[in-house]
C-alpha cells in the first residue's frame, strides 16, 4: 500500500493566490508556504519510510509464520516418525520375547526328550543285562548238567570197560 498524496510539496511551492484589497502579505504567505511544503516533504518521507519497513515487517512475518508452519509440520512429523519408532521397537521386544519363550520350550521340550531317551537306554541296558545273566546262568547250568551227564558217562563207560574185562 503506497501513501499518494493529493497535493505534493512541490503543488504547495508553485500555488499562486490571487490578490485582494485587504490581502496577507506575501512574503509571509510564501514564506509559510515554504515550510508547509517542507513540512510535507517530510511527512511523505517518513509515510514512504514507514510503508517499507511495514512492508519489510510483513514480509518477516509471513517468512516467520512459514517457518513456525514448517517447525509445526516437522515436530508433527517427528512425532510420528518417533511414535512409530516406538511401535517398532514395542514390536520387536514382543517378536524377541515370544521366540525367547518358544526356544525355552523347546530347550525343555528337548531336554525332556533327552532325559526319556536316556532313561530308557538305561532301561534297555539294565534289561539286557539281566537278559545276559540269566542266559549266563542258563549256560552255566547247561554246561554243569553237560558235565554231570559226561561224566556220568565216562563213569558208565569205565563200569562196562570194568566188567568187560
Known amino acids: 500500500m503506497t501513501f ?23 512574503e509571509e504567505v510564501d514564506k509559510f508556504l515554504d515550510e508547509l511544503s517542507e513540512v510535507v516533504s517530510q511527512m511523505i518521507s517518513e509515510i514512504e ?26 515436530s508433527d512429523f517427528l512425532s510420528l516418525i518417533q511414535k512409530k519408532v516406538e511401535e517398532a521397537k514395542l514390536q520387536v521386544e514382543k517378536e524377541v520375547e515370544l521366540k525367547r519363550i518358544k526356544s525355552e520350550e523347546e530347550c525343555r521340550a528337548m531336554i525332556q526328550r533327552t532325559k526319556e531317551e536316556h532313561t530308557k537306554l538305561f532301561a534297555d541296558i539294565e534289561r539286557i543285562r539281566q537278559e545276559k545273566r540269566r542266559e549266563l546262568k542258563n549256560l552255566e547250568e547247561f554246561i554243569s548238567r553237560l558235565q554231570t551227564l559226561v561224566n556220568r558217562e565216562i563213569q558208565n563207560m569205565e563200569r562196562e570197560s570194568s566188567v568187560s574185562q
Not at 498524496?5 to 490581502?23: H, M, V, W
Not at 518477516?60 to 514448517?70: A, F, M, V, Y
Request: net charge positive; proline share 4%.
Open 49 to 74: 519510510r514507514l510503508e517499507k519497513e511495514n512492508d519489510y515487517l510483513r514480509s518477516r512475518i509471513q517468512t516467520t509464520q512459514k517457518k513456525s508452519e514448517l517447525e509445526a509440520s516437522t
Open 4 to 26: 499518494k498524496p493529493g497535493i505534493t510539496p512541490l503543488d504547495i511551492q508553485n500555488k499562486e493566490f490571487s490578490k485582494g484589497l485587504r490581502g496577507y502579505k506575501e
